[in-house]
């Protein structure tokens, strides 16, 4: 027997009206739900890139570690350009960029004279006359106050607040200089240094923006034939392919005065953004860069 016409109608409204109430349960549950899903996805795929970072940061620790080794040994020295000229291999889906500077071929804050210190300024964009000054400002920083006693002392414009009367510790202090503040801290590393404790500067070791500059004048500090270095700037940068990932490390090593193959950090140094530095072009394979076992060592890490 079939239904009377108002109790289907009835029925199908019903139908109807608990469709839509689930139909709106759904969504309520989705705006819910969905958004922490995003979140959690999110914060999964940030956690994992922040791991692989810090992996390839211990990679590019673990390299530089070898690189320092390579150089006290004397190897190094012929291996890598030691005035910040990239070099760079390939390993598996990995790419690695080594760029090591002798100190010897940076002007030494403690030790310059003021005509040399006013070359190092120059090098960064200051006019001749500002350079001059700053040159002045960090011999006046950095000297004991009996050298100037008796002196008339104004304060310089591009100098600091004080001057600290002691030597440079590190080559930092710059940017406390009113004229460097805004100076990039690798920006100066890449000039000065506190560590070849000499008061010459090897000019075929000195980086091509400094070289240019010291080429420009004429200077007894400036000599050609590079002297045994004491101390080098060691920069590593690690790049997985396609992940726009980086692992980073930059230490500056001096050699131990008593056993002249080994070594030892200093400080850290300031590695400069990987996005910053160019491609290098034509890299070699790694077992000229680190050497067999090192080569051997990031083929496993690839598999």
């Known amino acids: ?17 608990s469709l839509v109430a689930v139909l709106v349960f759904m969504l309520i549950v989705s705006a819910t739900v969905v958004p922490f899903a995003v979140t959690a996805k999110t914060r999964l795929m940030i956690a994992n890139n922040e791991v692989e970072q810090e992996r390839l940061s211990l990679l590019a620790e673990g390299l530089g570690n070898v690189v320092a080794s390579e150089l006290t040994g004397g190897s190094g020295t012929k291996t890598f350009p030691l005035d910040s000229t990239p070099a760079a291999c390939r390993s598996g889906a990995f790419s690695f960029d080594v760029r090591v500077q002798d100190h010897g071929g940076l002007i030494d804050l403690n030790a ?14 200051f006019e001749q006359q500002t350079s001059q000054a700053l ?3 960090a011999m006046r920083f950095r000297d004991n106050a009996k050298l100037f006693a008796g002196q008339p002392r104004p304060r310089s414009s591009v100098g600091p607040p004080e ?32 560590n070849s404790k000499r008061g010459t500067i090897s000019a075929d070791h000195a980086p091509n923006r400094l070289r240019a500059v010291l080429a420009s004048g004429t200077s007894a500090s400036v000599v050609q ?3 045994d270095a004491s101390a080098y700037t060691v920069d590593v940068v690690v790049r997985r392919d396609g992940s726009g990932i980086t692992g980073e490390a930059g230490f500056i090593i001096e050699k131990s005065p008593t056993n002249p193959t ?28 680190f050497g067999t ?9 690839n598999s």
Request: glycine share 6%; with cysteine.
């Open 262 to 289: 080994a070594f030892s950090r200093v400080s850290r140094s300031p590695v400069t953004a990987a996005a910053a530095l160019p491609a290098v072009v034509g890299a070699t394979g790694c077992e000229v860069l």
């Open 1 to 17: 027997m079939s239904k009377r016409p108002e109790i289907a109608g009835h029925e199908s409204a019903s139908a109807g009206f």
């Open 112 to 125: 310059a004279d003021d005509h040399l210190l006013a070359l190092g300024f120059a090098s960064l964009g």
């Open 163 to 194: 001057d600290k009367q002691a030597p440079f510790e590190s080559v930092s202090e710059l940017q406390e200089f009113s004229a460097l503040a805004s100076v990039p801290l690798q920006s100066l590393h890449a000039v000065f240094t506190v």
């Open 135 to 137: 040159a002045e400002a």
């Open 225 to 227: 034939a590079a002297a």
């Open 293 to 301: 076992e090192a080569a051997q060592i990031l083929r496993g890490w």
